[in-house]
């Protein structure tokens, strides 16, 4: 056999066994939902109005609020994804997603803490809003949960969206931090670290074929220690208190996909309810990379050490 194809094959072997070492960094999710120039609606039905660039995929099912399904809504229009509370005690406020379920899968799996060294990070960045009327004991929620390529989640954002002043709040939630209580129909605590308070009645809006004035600036950053989050307001008396040190407790090894949806309380069935998207970027240091099957490092090996034989 010839030099020059024993060569090829052999920097062929080498690159699939290098290929799971390989660390590669960059924006491996990028979803402008308002189009390149923020004049065209993103549509879940047409990639291509998604804006430049458009990195990953997205899906959605159900919960449409605008018949040009824009993108940046989410929620459920009138009963998708009740909860059926009691007037006192705790419950799991999370649900089971139906019906109103955004999801957004990265270009490429991220790494979170376990795989990421000194100094690397991933950061999730997005904007997020709701829309509908609420007040403080019938809660309308907005969930925002990272997991991984395995479905373990790696973080939680949960967004309070109630219509009277301190009802209005977010909370960074780790695993198993699922639950709200009740005492005498009052709203008594939510699981999680608050990390805004009293965001602006600007961040919801009852015009569903409208994005709300005030969006609050969504950061979660996952570094080798665990993970940290942080809302900004816009507009309101709110108080920016970031989250630090977060765990991720579930046996999650990359962050893989991010889920968006609503929740509320059963007794406000008509009602409309949802969340609003838009600016959705994920950055990492460090990429999951496929390990190259066995099979082909096999077959490679073979076929390298068999032709090498031959005279």
Same mark, same amino acid.
């Given at each position: 056999?010839?030099?020059?194809? #024993? &060569?090829?094959?052999?920097?062929?072997?080498? $690159?699939?066994?290098?290929?799971?070492?390989?660390?590669?960094?960059?924006?491996?999710?990028?979803?402008?939902?308002?189009?390149?120039?923020?004049?065209?609606?993103?549509?879940?039905?047409?990639?291509?109005?998604? +804006?430049?660039?458009?990195?990953?995929?997205?899906?959605?099912?159900?919960?449409?609020? &605008?018949?040009? #399904?824009? @993108?940046?809504?989410?929620?459920?229009?009138?009963?998708?994804?009740?909860?059926?509370?009691?007037?006192?005690?705790?419950?799991?406020?999370?649900?089971?997603?139906?019906?109103? %379920?955004?999801?957004?899968?990265?270009?490429?799996?991220?790494?979170?803490?376990? @795989?990421?060294?000194?100094?690397?990070?991933?950061?999730?960045?997005?904007?997020?809003?709701?829309?509908?009327? /609420?007040?403080?004991?019938?809660?309308?929620?907005?969930?925002?949960?990272?997991?991984? &390529?395995?479905?373990?989640?790696?973080?939680?954002?949960?967004?309070?969206?109630?219509?009277?002043?301190?009802? #209005?709040?977010?909370?960074?939630?780790?695993?198993?931090?699922?639950?709200?209580?009740?005492?005498?129909? %009052?709203?008594?605590?939510?699981?999680?670290?608050?990390?805004?308070?009293?965001?602006?009645?600007?961040?919801?809006?009852? /015009?569903? +074929?409208?994005?709300?004035?005030?969006?609050?600036?969504?950061?979660?950053?996952?570094?080798?220690?665990?993970?940290? $989050?942080?809302?900004?307001?816009?507009?309101?008396?709110?108080?920016?208190?970031?989250?630090?040190?977060?765990?991720?407790?579930?046996?999650?090894?990359?962050?893989?996909?991010?889920?968006?949806?609503?929740?509320?309380?059963?007794?406000?069935?008509?009602?409309?309810?949802?969340?609003?998207?838009?600016?959705?970027?994920?950055?990492?240091?460090?990429?999951?990379?496929?390990?190259?099957?066995?099979?082909?490092?096999?077959? $490679?090996?073979? $076929?390298?050490?068999?032709?090498? #034989?031959?005279?």
């Amino acid at each position: 056999m010839s030099l020059p194809l #024993r &060569s090829l094959l052999f920097s062929y072997l080498m $690159a699939l066994i290098a290929a799971s070492s390989q660390a590669r960094a960059g924006v491996v999710l990028d979803m402008n939902f308002e189009g390149a120039t923020g004049s065209v609606p993103g549509n879940l039905s047409t990639t291509g109005m998604l +804006g430049t660039p458009a990195i990953g995929t997205l899906s959605a099912t159900g919960g449409f609020v &605008s018949g040009t #399904r824009r @993108a940046w809504t989410s929620g459920s229009n009138r009963d998708a994804n009740n909860i059926t509370t009691m007037p006192d005690g705790s419950f799991n406020d999370v649900g089971t997603p139906a019906g109103n %379920v955004l999801l957004a899968t990265l270009a490429a799996p991220a790494a979170i803490t376990g @795989a990421l060294g000194p100094g690397q990070t991933t950061t999730v960045d997005f904007d997020l809003a709701s829309f509908g009327n /609420n007040n403080q004991n019938n809660f309308k929620y907005a969930h925002i949960i990272g997991l991984s &390529s395995s479905g373990q989640e790696v973080f939680q954002i949960l967004y309070r969206a109630g219509s009277g002043a301190g009802t #209005r709040d977010a909370f960074a939630r780790e695993f198993g931090e699922d639950n709200t209580t009740f005492a005498g129909g %009052v709203l008594a605590s939510v699981d999680g670290t608050q990390i805004l308070d009293n965001s602006g009645n600007a961040n919801n809006s009852t /015009n569903t +074929g409208a994005r709300p004035t005030g969006v609050l600036g969504i950061n979660i950053t996952i570094d080798e220690f665990g993970w940290n $989050a942080s809302a900004i307001p816009n507009g309101g008396s709110s108080v920016n208190t970031p989250a630090t040190g977060l765990g991720i407790a579930s046996g999650a090894t990359d962050l893989a996909e991010i889920i968006f949806f609503s929740s509320q309380n059963a007794a406000n069935g008509t009602q409309n309810n949802g969340l609003w998207i838009d600016n959705l970027v994920v950055n990492t240091d460090l990429e999951i990379i496929p390990e190259p099957s066995s099979a082909a490092v096999i077959l $490679a090996l073979a $076929a390298f050490g068999g032709l090498r #034989r031959r005279r």
